[in-house]
């Protein structure tokens, strides 16, 4: 296995895996906004390459430097996304892509990484938990529309 950054030449990839783990997002959408991130110093893209140099996972981080739920310092390395290929899973990817995030927030002075999931992820709950996340808060947000 082998860890690279996203670039224009696995761009491809990446996103088919981003299509993957946010279904909702139109395919314009979400190569709008993958673009966008490969163009921000605050965000980094870490793929992980099989034996053959193909993407078979990522992870989207961000520097966040407004408020994040639960931290107590700025800025903070944020986990916005991780996947990682069905038959890929269970092999130790996720886990070192943390040490690789947690690499990455201390050369940008963070002392914390955060993360979330959606309330009915439990998936993702035990998966935060079991790589040495910790429950900050459970909160629900809530939209109006004013007309």
């Known amino acids: 296995m082998n860890f690279t950054s996203a670039n224009k030449e696995n761009f491809d990839q990446w996103l088919a ?7 909702k997002h139109s395919v ?17 893209v870490v ?15 961000s520097l966040r430097h407004d408020y994040v739920e639960g931290a107590f310092s700025k800025p903070v390395a944020y ?4 996947y990682v290929k069905d038959k890929y899973r269970h092999q130790g990817i996720a886990k070192e892509f943390i040490k690789i995030a947690e690499k990455w927030a201390k050369k ?7 993360s ?3 309330i009915d992820n439990l998936d993702s709950h035990k998966f935060h938990q079991k790589l040495g996340f ?8 809530f939209i109006k529309k004013v007309n």
């Open 28 to 44: 314009e959408s979400l190569k709008k906004e993958f673009q966008e991130i490969l163009e921000n110093k605050n965000e980094k």
């Open 79 to 82: 986990l916005e996304g991780i």
């Open 47 to 61: 793929l992980c390459e099989d034996d053959n140099g193909e993407p078979i996972a990522f992870m989207n981080l």
């Open 134 to 141: 910790s429950k900050a808060n459970t909160i629900v947000h």
């Open 108 to 114: 940008n002075d963070c002392q914390e990484l955060g």
């Open 116 to 118: 979330d999931a959606l």
């Open 17 to 23: 895996m981003g299509l993957a783990l946010w279904p």
